[in-house]
Nanobody, 126 residues
Framework: VQLQASGGGLVQAGESLKLSCAAS?????????????LAWYRQTPGKQRDLVAF???????IYTDSVQGRFTISRDNVKQKVYLQMDNLKPEDTAVYFC????????????????WGQGTQVTVSS
């Protein structure tokens, strides 16, 4: 599966951005996109990639504490896309954001290690 994230940029603290991620490839054939969970991760230099939010195949959403109430994840199964609406951005949200397609089970997200894509840079100035 191929994932292409877009929508990043440079904004000031308090502003908003909406990230998009398009999925394609053989695994998506036959409408199978809607069977998978989807997630956004972010990574800063020298640190591990952290889960920001995910949405299950039935629409259950989970957010990391630091973005709860500010970020909203959504999906469009027809367009085979996942979105991340980011409001009231803070300088600590600065990172490269990656989307991922995986599985949701027992309240947890299990990423597909082969479907990261190149990410999109988000920079928030104070």
């Amino acid at each position: 599966v191929q994932l292409q994230a877009s929508g990043g940029g440079l904004v000031q603290a308090g502003e908003s951005l909406k990230l998009s991620c398009a999925a394609s490839g053989d695994l998506m054939a036959g409408g199978r996109f809607n069977l998978y969970a989807l997630a956004w991760y972010r990574q800063t230099p020298g640190k591990q990639r952290d889960l920001v939010a995910f949405i299950s195949n039935i629409g259950t959403t989970i957010y990391t504490d630091s973005v709860q109430g500010r970020f909203t994840i959504s999906r469009d199964n027809v367009k085979q896309k996942v979105y991340l609406q980011m409001d009231n951005l803070k300088p600590e949200d600065t990172a490269v954001y990656f989307c991922n397609i995986g599985q949701y089970a027992s309240g947890s997200y299990y990423p597909n290690s082969d479907s990261w894509g190149q990410g999109t840079q988000v920079t928030v100035s104070s």
